[in-house]
């Protein structure tokens, strides 16, 4: 008999170790539905420096080809723009979404649907792409709800209750709606509210499932203008960094990971975001803050942020840390190419959208033929160029 309790009290410290070995193995739960993501000490850490005179962009990117967008409609100032399956998707000021054949330009849907109907939104505050699912998710603050559309026709799918969330960006992955909460402004008093990075199911009513980095300090300040989109699609996955932070974390559905950490030279002093710096003066402050535009590419990290109230891009070697370029934002013309800031990566390639009146000039030494002075812009692929 006694043996035989022996033999089970082993067993179940065997199954409780075993439990717990494989608790520690994944993220680590606690209350509020938090995952703790645990950060490797290995992870790659790429160190901006600001004053160091590296080779010209143009010796590092080469534009590979451009596709003059459809004139049949008018893209307005673009808000957003992601490709997936050879489509880009265009959302503009006017709360719409436009849907370009990336091959050649052909416009292939339009989502206008602003109204007060049941099945209309009111306008569009973020909007986000499931390429595994096929869907364009689109936030509507004010209606407080989520409206989804086929991603290859355009088509209205169905629409989900919001009341429960009020993020500030989304994303989306493997059916996983990706939730960026910087404040807990409109939830003050519910705890399960305070996290900056929330996921969630598409279900009948919109229920947070997962809770990371809970906030802090510098959660509360106002960031009343500055600061990018906190998602940035990649190839596979999509990186996330939040506000003020030098981490960037990989996302694969419901999967978070920490992916590298990017040290910026004369970085803004936590301490003058816990003392409520005047937004304006955070932007004119002699520090480098504002991670964003984050985009991994055939062996090249690229990436933007903001010092001394200018724009600065950054190119580094994913391989060995190394530091490409790092220089003020600008447009470069160069060997009948043209560079401007990266909008995004699609297979080996970045791209980049640019206004047709800034090209009006530079058409014939970048071959771009005709160009309609106030017509849609222009999309523009690079490639890397072999540095070895």
């Known amino acids: 008999m006694r043996k035989s309790i022996s033999l089970f009290i082993c067993c179940l410290l065997f199954v409780l170790f075993c439990g717990c070995e494989q608790q520690n193995q994944r993220d680590v739960r606690s209350l509020n539905n938090e995952v703790i993501v645990a950060i490797d000490s290995g992870i790659p850490v790429f160190n901006v420096n600001i004053d160091v005179e590296e080779q010209s962009i143009a010796q590092l990117l080469e534009m590979e080809s451009f596709v003059k967008l459809s004139n049949d ?53 973020d909007i986000g792409l499931d390429r595994e699912k096929k869907q364009i998710l ?143 003066e955070l ?21 933007t942020f903001t010092y001394d109230s200018f724009i600065y891009q950054a190119l580094f070697d994913e391989q060995n840390g190394e530091q490409l370029y790092c220089d003020k934002m600008k447009t470069s013309f160069f060997n009948g190419s043209l560079f401007n800031w990266i909008n995004g990566v699609t297979g080996d390639r970045f791209f980049a959208l640019v206004d047709s009146y800034r090209l009006k000039e530079h058409s014939s030494s970048l071959n771009l033929g005709e160009i309609v002075e106030d017509g849609n812009p222009i999309l523009f692929f690079y490639k890397a160029k072999d540095r070895h």
């Open 283 to 303: 932007v004119r402050a002699p520090f480098s803050s504002m991670l964003s535009n984050i985009y991994s590419c055939d062996g090249i990290l690229y990436f």
């Open 73 to 125: 409609v008018v893209v307005g100032k673009i808000k957003r723009q992601i490709i997936a399956d050879d489509r880009l998707y265009i959302w503009d000021a006017a709360h719409k979404i436009f849907c370009f054949d990336t091959n050649n330009g052909a416009l292939l849907f339009t989502i206008n649907s602003v109204g007060s109907g049941p099945y209309d939104y009111s306008a569009i505050h």
């Open 138 to 280: 689109i936030y509507d603050n004010n209606k407080r709800r989520l409206f989804t559309y086929c991603s290859m026709t355009g088509n209205y799918l169905r629409n989900y209750e919001t009341s429960r969330i009020a993020p500030h960006c989304i994303a989306a992955s493997k059916g996983i709606i990706l939730l960026d909460n910087p404040n807990h402004y409109n939830f003050p008093d519910d705890p399960t509210m305070h996290y900056s990075l929330q996921l969630a199911e598409l279900e009948s009513n919109i229920e947070v499932q997962r809770n990371y980095f809970s906030h802090d300090d510098i959660s509360d300040y106002d960031l009343v203008f500055g600061g990018g989109h906190p998602f940035f699609y990649q190839n596979k996955g999509i990186f996330y960094n939040k506000r003020f932070d030098d981490y960037v974390y990989a996302i694969h559905g419901d999967s978070v990971s920490a992916q590298f950490r990017i040290r910026l030279d004369k970085a803004l002093p936590h301490s003058l975001i816990k003392d409520k710096i005047q937004p304006h």
